[in-house]
């Protein structure tokens, strides 16, 4: 465990925000950098924002967007915009009927995570894109919305969809079940590297989803996306109105397809 | 053919409830014990049932969740409790135009099933998790309802759903086509056991969906199972409660995972 | 290029139908025969009309249905009726970064198709079936609306999901995205014959879309499936009617079933 | 279980060939007609018969032909050619752990269908497909074998592929794994209609393998078949000496499709 | 058609090399630009051709490689180089057997392509990466080699695995299967472009493929690839060698990952 | 970094086995417990290894077996016993044509692995099961080798198939591919716990791999393990040989599943 965790572990100690049954040397990172908040408030009133940062990522040379064909939401029409905090899990070792006789404690770990984030923060949790295990359901939701969470994105399945529904909890995931992560999965490590799909994530990095899928942008991107995306809004906005309008060619011709020039 | 069934089909034949197109060789129960309809009714009030039924299924080893990645309710929102009937289906030898072109007789026999059923009991279908072949549609459904069956969960496709979503029938299914079964597949077992997914299902067992998937559990299991569903559900809400009056983890902990020990 | 389409092409142009981007050899058709319109406003009318048509196919030995499994609604509960207009494209041959680096002009042309078509028609885009890259978004679908398209199939993903939402344009696809099609997809052919999923549609074919599939009826064949469709509703009114009276067994069966023989 | 069933049972159990284990009334056939053995000798000797077969039942209108893209051989350039007997199994309910613990008696069934078995025949085994749990192993086959089996097809995974290798005992299968099927399937049918892949057997139906798949012929078409396949053969024969003397398309135009006409 | 493919179709005429059957208007180019001879010769007698091309590209910004994941070779230890002739298919509108009974006339084209290749060619085949349907087969592939191509790789299946192996033609596709593209597809384009997995292809490109998978390098790239190939084997070599001497990693470093800065 | 892997690296960076690129913070263990070399040299003699292994984790509730469907063998007939060092990698931020022009530092760090192994190690890699892009290749091996590494399993793709046939080193992987890793995967972590299809391996887990897939066995496990294995194959070779005898039932039966009551 490095110095700073080491420290910031014993401050969220007395502050009641540990757990502590999760392995303390899984933990990466308790405080981390998070995007200017300002920017994450400018960019949930956007619409259609996965496909616009998608396109800015591409001018980037950045790896960043998940289609919704792989990830996608569980209640439809929510859009979210929040910095990752993280959690990874392999499978347990034993099967489930052997881990409920052994009484085995439990090595699941979404509300130690919990505990540890930021109002505003998006829950990413990576279990290799199994459709088959559940990563979360609706108990979980509650407590992440107690903690003041605002969506979660999983790479792997979710279950108690009716409570979910019910308490309007933004969530994206790659499948749906009834099967518990109880003896099925282990917590690894909160706050390292995961995978989303295709795509890393990195504590603090800006999540962005909607119907379309999931983008994520490097924390130290998130300026650079932010001015592109501004631009690109305008201009499309500008050039809808010309469509609706139906203006000739000859007039559409030049602005479209200008961003890519 | 079993020498009760022979007497039930009779029986059946003279209450107009016998088709009479469907080898009856290949029915394999008519009469069967049914659960408890109390327990029934206790369950069908509670919610986010397929994930409470999953936990107390694992505890006892036994393998019968489904995940709705694998087979889904067509009408979101949907729950659903009751007896298993059960079909299933194997492909027709000929092709569908050569079935056409020799005025062959259709070998579906959904209709069979239903008029065989008692009301309250969900219709299972096997046909080997085809995404391109329905297993029934909007007519069948309209009949289904008549005899008083709730609901319908097929290993397989099933169509019209527009029908469907207008009669608000539920129905859990692994795709949806427009492609009828007519000509394609072959009824060749009624009331036999058939399987969901990876899970089995025997006539009489309980049939519980939502939009997390379906559990299947065994007859002989269904009041150990109930004893056990509304233990768990006593404790959530007692957790939910402490959850949104955000107590201390001191005060959580105890009861977090408290079943599991 | 073939004389006719040549004398289309320049008719078009004259007429500030032709952007001009996309190769004049690549576009097979400009002109093309269409259904009937009257047999269209007919077919919009009826329910569940995917799934009567494929009958219709099946007893002509026509391969035409595509399951809701593979290509599915964006909007549930819309249905579609209308004559195809293509657009085939294939890979770029380029990284989208190095596209990007290029500054090369994108290849898309969903847009040169649309000025191409007549009020009523359907856009019908392959891309192979790829579930990562985008066909067309929201700003592609406000330029097809305001040239009169009533909505669009498409053997790929799409994106902008909101905003196709909000517009309420109807889009079939296999899958959704926010991956811009820019720099990933070149269009190679407008009008030539296509793929969707494992049927091939041609420029004038009828397509018929709803939440159980689509079904594509070739050009040449669309009033004979109208006739039959038409006797086919007619008697399922009448059975489903008998059904909800609960009709005796013996009344039901000659009825049922009658079509195929 | 149907009277001659039960006659030929106690013939067989005098005879030693009944293991006595698998539930009786779980079979459906014991003694049945098998196809010509004239016929299986002289389609033996023949190449490519996969292919050639496949053509002859597409004239028919039969579906009965599974690509190699799906059930595959374990050992290349194996060829089979003989009747089916047939093994239906499905999920056991318990969890394999639960099993072992409970020291449940196990269900597999392949032994006791091999006692049931003709030398000659192959044993067709259907787990619905499964790529995870073997069907049978090394053992099984070195039973089979001494039953006189030449070989087996499986809709579903096989293991212990090295002692498969070194018996040379031709097996095709959907998967390879370790994981033995026992405590995980139950047999529950044995000569009863079962599917590979999308094609349905009945036990004495011809099953024809090799590397390019594997093909289903109806008992009751096999001499139709074998009449069409010999005068392929001779044509395809004489048109391959045609293209190796590399004589003109003129006169290789009339023989090319010859027999589709 | 063309002026050029025109005048050029008359020539082929002439000299016997057009089979007739297929619509002249589908062949895009007859004779066309293939890379310098002298490269291919060179690049056959090196290993493992496919990687170290496709780091070639990946240097260039070029999509062109292909896993063996999804396209593999049928006969293990082949390597293939030489220029594209294309073919693509899409499907047929009647069922197979509608086509029987009607007596259609049979699209498949692949003699039709031969007839118009070179010496050295590879056919590239494209029917959607489908796994049911082949492409060609063992009497396609003694035609192709009685016209001087070298090898074929398809976007689909193949079927006659024994004949091909036999002749020891090289052959890498998707799938393998006994079935018949006859009346199932129909040949639409001959040497125009293509789609390998998610590669395009033209005619001329050189194709190159081994045991990893298949690369495409376009024509007008092929020199430049050339030169690079060369520089970096020239440098693997001598790396190879001082691995095996074992030379400590402060030796190694400076070598290793060179190409790449 | 934990104190006593700060130590290891100090030791092994003066015996010139560090290469240094490789961030070391993300080396998880150095020094770590193998199982006995005794064992795993009796456990190599034996045949169908991982099938009989995999019986016996069953019987321990443990989730260890791989089926060879997901993970296989580039080299068909080989067989591997050995304690895992494994390496994680995760996707890369930038597309690699980025990574390219921007001469981005390469972060695959197989080398770095191979040279903290001791002789007899097996080298695990996890890329999540991607198909596409290579977790290592011929050099790789070419290294591996040259460090006294006897074999890999990887949970993603491999790459110059053919170096690694001529070299015939055994290799397992979920696909084949020319795409390198470079600039596509980024490692991560070295001798953490990884993931293969669905299992968990932790660094000195003894891998045992075959034609039928992979087994991993907890180092904590391998003793109880082989004790049973020896068991079993004692009394399966007693049972093959009654077979071969072809001894009655009556004889066979008491002797069959007897390791499992």
Not at 21 to 46: S, T, V
Not at 95 to 124: N, S
Not at 187 to 192: K, R, S
């Amino acid at each position: 465990m490095d110095e700073q965790v080491r420290k910031d572990y014993e401050e969220y100690e007395k502050q009641g925000r540990i757990w502590g049954n999760f392995d303390k040397e899984g933990i990466k990172k308790i405080k981390f950098e998070r995007p200017d908040r300002r920017i994450i408030k400018e960019l949930i009133k956007l619409d259609d924002l996965t496909c616009t940062i998608s396109d800015v990522l591409d001018s980037m040379g950045i790896n960043g967007a998940i289609p919704a064909s792989y990830i996608s939401p569980i209640i439809p029409g929510k859009k979210l915009v929040g910095p990752a905090i993280t959690l990874r899990s392999i499978p347990e070792r034993k099967t489930p009927t052997q881990g409920y006789l052994d009484k085995d404690f439990i090595r699941m770990a979404t509300r130690d995570v919990y505990y540890l984030a930021e109002p505003g923060d998006v829950f990413v949790s990576d279990y290799n894109g199994d459709l088959e295990v559940s990563n979360l359901g609706g108990q979980s939701c509650t407590v992440a919305k107690s903690c003041g969470l605002i969506g979660s994105v999983c790479n792997g399945a979710v279950r108690d969809i009716p409570a979910i529904m019910k308490m309007d909890f933004p969530v994206w995931s790659c499948g749906r079940t009834p099967k518990t992560g109880k003896f099925r999965l282990a917590a690894i490590e909160i706050n390292g590297p995961v995978t989303l799909w295709k795509v890393t994530v990195l504590p603090g990095d800006l999540i962005v989803a909607d119907d379309s899928g999931v983008c994520v942008i490097p924390i130290d991107k998130v300026e650079q996306v932010f001015e592109k995306v501004k631009s690109i809004l305008a201009e499309e906005a500008n050039m809808r109105e010309m469509i609706e309008k139906k203006v000739p060619i000859a007039e559409l011709k030049p602005h479209y397809r200008k961003r890519y020039k």
